[in-house]
């Protein structure tokens, strides 16, 4: 795991710049290429004051999951809100949803994950170099739907040096015999002259997952058996194998670029298709249905999505772009997106729609002052509608523009980190009055390091988010929620005073990251019960109320052992994130991820690697109202992989462990964990070439 960069190579690679590259006909021989990881934030001199993980190489290839919410949720300060195998977002600091952007190489998913739990996140981890999170609001540079973190996805489909090689790439093949789950992935990258490609694809499937015990928990049984004094008592339907928690999908990806001495252009054209299915009953099935489905395929008994999306993803850059300015680049993504949630009887529920398009204009500057930074502007629109049954908003147009600043001024002692944003965001219903916003934001942050490997950082923000259509314009069932959602025209701008204290230590044996946060919202929206019943589903309408959320990531690496050709490296992991709102009665906010605890072991010798982690979720019952508690659970995985020469590639065979002791594991920050829990025992087997 990389924690820090130069400012240098931060700079040029918030901005997708190449480094010199010669161009033809000048009579000069291309030199080496530096490789250049690009990072989502442009400051990054002796560590950025924000709290943040990259998640590579080997550490990414042994967490890599069917979802990103997954890939990522084991990260500190990082949990997932599952629901199924496909859908499922990451929870950063206790938040998520539209509070939590999810990118593509630094432009949005565009997708429709943030509308409901129940839609998945249109970006495959299997295609990514290297994936970024920004634990903390990181609104200066991303918008609104920053507030509470970033998970960026850097794939390097626009290719934005030459090739080094005319082909390089990678392949890999996995197969799960839990679920019967078979992947597989390959990119290839390559170019001649000054012209670079690239290409992807990736196919995925799976049937219904198996899972240690019975579909509802503990808490739900109990419920169900007070309310039918015992009648049904010991009649469970469904218990062994979770229904809708199939899976089928596949994508890829063509781009090519022309790279020049001071910069290049490029495109990218990528597609998606997935079919999956919706479990946790859904609300679709009646009692009946679900007791004759008893002994036949669940999967084919529950609802499922199919959807569909085109992206088109244009970039270019420029060294020395203008005097005073050292880099230029520009970003756009169009979205073209479809989804249909088919019933078990094949009838369409529900078509939703959402074409989209975000651009981003970056201008990195020389020191003004004594501070390096960057300037730009950021435009997003986004054409939505949901038709059908579960329609629960109707169709809704969002524009928002934002221009921000960002920079950094290092003293002897200490470096500066600073910024400012102002955000515009018009929301236009096609039935109800259209609703405009003014969001701003602004940072100053201190990286001070001491001795000889420590550095403290520490960070102020003030943040503001404008509400989204769905907590503005909502009015209907929710069948993925379990609730009758209406929302609130009149809500305002939700506000953040966000202050942290983030410690590092990297010294030769020993690695130390640790954050402490609070996050002091002021109108803050959320969900609470009226009470009422409609469609036989509790109604919940959308408010405002002043929230607090405070809580500790703790992550340390010790070098136990080491030789020539290995070493044995032990670890620690801690987080725990309390979220209360301001109000009469229950002040505990719902789906607040438990405390979490883990250790882990891992070694390479020679060619092989291993890896052995045990985690343990303490129960939460700190719970909201029509929330129930979650019981504990413990997860254990392992990892050995052994890496050998063949031909010229590299060939890796591995085999990794999740979940082995077979426990019921259960997320409490999914809307169906009650219904839904985790796959039980899953040993996955693969083989990956790299050449």
Do not use: C
Request: aromatic share 8%; no cysteine.
């Amino acid at each position: 795991m990389r924690h820090r960069i130069s400012l240098a190579a931060a700079l040029y690679g918030a901005a997708g710049l190449p480094f010199a590259v010669a161009a033809p006909g000048d009579g000069a021989a291309p030199g080496p290429i530096e490789e250049v990881v690009v990072r989502s934030h442009p400051l990054s001199a002796e560590g950025l004051a924000l709290a943040s993980e990259i998640l590579d190489g080997d550490e990414l290839d042994r967490a890599l999951a069917s979802s990103i919410g997954e890939t990522v949720g084991g990260q500190p300060g990082v949990h997932s809100a599952n629901f199924g195998q496909a859908a499922s977002r990451p929870v950063i600091h206790g938040l998520s949803g539209p509070r939590v952007r999810i990118m593509e190489d630094r432009i949005d998913s565009l997708d429709v994950s943030v509308t409901s739990a129940d839609h998945a996140v249109t970006i495959d981890p299997f295609i990514a170099d290297h994936i970024e999170v920004l634990k903390g609001p990181s609104t200066l540079l991303y918008g609104s739907g920053a507030i509470g973190g970033v998970v960026d996805v850097h794939t390097g489909r626009i290719p934005h040096a030459r090739a080094e090689q005319f082909l390089s790439g990678r392949a890999e093949v996995r197969y799960g015999d839990n679920e019967d789950r078979r992947t597989a992935s390959a990119r290839l990258d390559g170019g001649a002259g000054n012209l670079a490609w690239h290409l992807d694809g990736f196919t995925r499937e799976a049937d219904p997952y198996d899972i240690p015990g019975y579909a509802e928990s503990a808490a739900v049984r109990a419920l169900e058996e007070e309310e039918e004094d015992g009648e049904h008592a010991g009649e469970e339907e469904v218990r062994g194998t979770l229904p809708g928690s199939q899976l089928d999908s596949e994508g890829g990806a063509i781009g090519l670029s022309l790279v020049g001495e001071r910069g290049f252009a490029g495109f990218a054209v990528s597609t998606t298709d997935a079919r999956y299915g919706l479990p946790g009953g859904h609300g679709h099935e009646e009692e009946e249905e679900a007791e004759e489905a008893h002994d036949r395929d669940h999967g084919n008994e529950t609802p499922t999505l199919d959807l569909e999306q085109t992206r088109i993803d244009l970039e270019a850059g420029l060294t020395d772009p203008l005097p005073g300015f050292t880099s230029l680049n520009v970003r756009v993504g169009i979205n073209d997106y479809r989804h249909r949630e088919i019933e078990p009887n094949g009838e369409i529920a529900t078509v939703f729609d959402n074409d989209a398009v975000e651009g981003r204009i970056e201008l990195s500057h020389a020191k003004v002052g004594g501070w390096s930074g960057a300037l730009g502007v950021q435009l997003t629109d986004r054409d939505f509608s949901a038709i059908g049954e579960e329609a629960f908003i109707a169709p809704v147009d969002t524009t928002a523009m934002g221009a921000f600043w960002v920079g950094e001024r290092s003293f002897d002692r200490f470096d500066l980190e600073g910024g400012v944003r102002l955000e515009t965001v018009e929301v236009d219903p096609s039935a109800g009055d259209e609703r405009d916003f003014t969001a701003y934001a602004a940072s100053l942050g201190l990286v001070l390091p001491f001795g000889e490997a420590w550095s403290l950082g520490l960070l102020a923000d003030y943040t503001a988010r404008a509400p989204v259509a769905e907590e503005l314009f909502s009015n209907g069932p929710h069948l993925a929620t379990r609730a009758f959602e209406i929302g609130n025209p009149d809500l305002d701008e939700e506000k953040a005073l966000n202050l942290s204290a983030n410690l590092r230590y990297a010294g030769e044996r020993w690695f130390l990251n640790t954050s402490v946060y609070l996050n002091d919202f002021s109108d803050f929206i959320y969900e609470t019960p009226t009470g009422a019943v409609e469609d036989e589903l509790p109604v919940f309408v959308y408010a405002q109320d002043d929230a607090e959320f405070v809580g500790l990531d703790v992550e340390v690496r010790y070098t136990a052992l080491a030789w020539m050709d290995g070493h044995v490296d032990v670890s620690a992991l801690f987080d725990t994130v309390s979220g209360e709102v301001d109000r009469d009665g229950d002040d505990d906010l719902p789906r607040i991820p438990p405390t979490r605890y883990g250790l882990g072991l891992e070694g390479h010798w020679g060619p092989a690697t291993f890896s052995v982690e045990h985690t343990w979720v303490r129960a939460q019952n700190d719970i909201a109202e029509f929330e129930l508690p979650t019981d504990s659970y413990r997860d254990l995985r392992a990892y050995l992989g052994v890496e050998a020469p063949v031909a010229g590639t590299t060939v890796t065979l591995f085999v990794q462990g999740r979940n082995l002791t077979d426990d019921e594991q259960r997320q409490h920050a999914s809307f169906i964990k009650d219904y839904a829990p985790m796959p039980g025992r899953t040993v996955e087997a693969g083989l990956r070439a790299t050449f």
